[in-house]
C-alpha cells in the first residue's frame, strides 16, 4: 500500500524554520505568535497534497449524496436545490456517467476535508539558498523553532515529507478520510524538493476556512496556532532586510546604522514591529550573509540590535 514514512529512518532536526517573506501577515504571525495553518490549495507546489491523489471512483450512490448535502451547505446557503433534486441529479450521473460524478465530486471532497484540517510546512534547514531566495526574496526573515513547538492536542506531527518519484492512488470509502490516508497526501512531495528538508505538522479544527467559499460558519482565524515564545530559539534577518534604508554605514568595528522612517514607509513599520518583538522578548538575532570566499554560500552569524529612539 502507500507508505506514509519515508523508507529511512529520517531524525529530527535540531531546529525547524519557517522563512517569511516581508509583508503584512508574515509580520503579524510572528509579532502575535502564532502559526498559520494552510488550506492545501494555498501551498506553493499545485501537486501538494493535491488532488490527483484520490480518486472517488470506489464510492457508493449513497456517499455522493452525503458529500453534495454537505457541500450543498457551503455553496447555497440559500439552499436553492431541495433535497428531491440533489438526490435525482445525483442518482442520474452515478448512472450514467460515474466518472464524471467522481471527478466534479473531488473538489468539494477536498475542501470539507481541509476545512477541518490544516498544514504547516517547516524547513529543516537554515541557509538553503534556493529556499532563501524563493520565500523571502532576501529581504524577508526566518524564525527558528524548537522542534518541541506544539503542547496542543489538536496538533499533529512533526512529520517528515516522503520524497518520492511515483504516488499511489487512495480510494476512500467514505466521506471521512482514514487518517492514514490524510498522512499519505499530506506528506508525500516530489524528489524535486528535497531540498527543503521539510516537516509538517497538521492541525484538527473544525470549520476553518476554505479559500472562495463566504460562509459564516467557516473562520480564517481558527488557522492561526498559537505557540510560547520561548519555542523561538532565534530570528534570521536575510541580507537585504535593512537594504533600502542604509543612511551611512560605518565600516569600523561591524557597526552599520539604519534609520527607520515608519510614518512614510510601510516596510519600516514592519521592520520595527518585528524589532520590538525582538527585543521586548530578548530573542536572539542572526543574520545571513553571502560568504565572502568564492563558495558561492550563505552563512549565518549571530548580530545585536541597538534600538535608540530620535
Known amino acids: 500500500g502507500a507508505r506514509i514514512m519515508p523508507d529511512k529512518d529520517i531524525r529530527l532536526p535540531f531546529s525547524f524554520i519557517k522563512y517569511y517573506g516581508l509583508n503584512k501577515n508574515n509580520v503579524n504571525a510572528f509579532v502575535n505568535e502564532y502559526l498559520f495553518f494552510s488550506h492545501p490549495l494555498v501551498l506553493n507546489d499545485p501537486f501538494d497534497s493535491c488532488r490527483q491523489f484520490v480518486s472517488l471512483n470506489k464510492f457508493s450512490e449513497r456517499q455522493f449524496l452525503k458529500l453534495t448535502e454537505r457541500n450543498d451547505r457551503f455553496i447555497n446557503p440559500s439552499r436553492s436545490h431541495s433535497p428531491e433534486e440533489i438526490k435525482s441529479r445525483i442518482r442520474q450521473l452515478f448512472h450514467n456517467d460515474k466518472d464524471e460524478l467522481a471527478d466534479l465530486s473531488l473538489t468539494f471532497f477536498w475542501n ?24 523571502t526574496n532576501h529581504q524577508g526573515f526566518a524564525v527558528e523553532f524548537d522542534p518541541q513547538l506544539f503542547d496542543s492536542k489538536e496538533v499533529l506531527g512533526p512529520f517528515p515529507i516522503n520524497y518520492a518519484e511515483t504516488y499511489e492512488t487512495i480510494f476512500p470509502r467514505s466521506i471521512k478520510p482514514d487518517i492514514e490516508h490524510l498522512l499519505y497526501f499530506t506528506n508525500v512531495k516530489s ?74 514607509n510601510e516596510k519600516d513599520k514592519w521592520r520595527l514591529s518585528i524589532i520590538n518583538q525582538i527585543l521586548e522578548n530578548d530573542i536572539k538575532v542572526r543574520e545571513l550573509e553571502i560568504a565572502e570566499d568564492n563558495t558561492f554560500s550563505l552563512k549565518i552569524i549571530d548580530i545585536k540590535l541597538i534600538c535608540k529612539e530620535e
Not at 116 to 131: E, F, H, K, P, R
Not at 229 to 254: A, M, P, Q, R, W
Open 112 to 135: 470539507l476535508i481541509f476545512k477541518d484540517w490544516g498544514i504547516l510546512s517547516l524547513a529543516g534547514i537554515d541557509n538553503d539558498m534556493l529556499m532563501w531566495s524563493y520565500y
Open 191 to 264: 524528489i524535486r524538493w528535497r531540498h527543503e528538508n521539510e516537516w509538517r505538522f497538521l492541525v484538527n479544527r473544525d470549520n476553518m476556512s476554505i479559500p472562495n467559499y463566504n460562509d459564516p460558519i467557516l473562520e480564517l482565524e481558527k488557522r492561526k496556532v498559537k505557540y510560547q515564545v520561548n519555542k523561538v530559539k532565534s530570528i534570521i534577518l536575510g541580507y537585504k532586510f535593512f537594504e533600502d534604508n542604509i543612511t551611512k554605514t560605518h565600516f569600523g568595528k561591524e557597526k552599520r546604522l539604519y534609520e527607520f522612517n515608519p510614518a512614510k
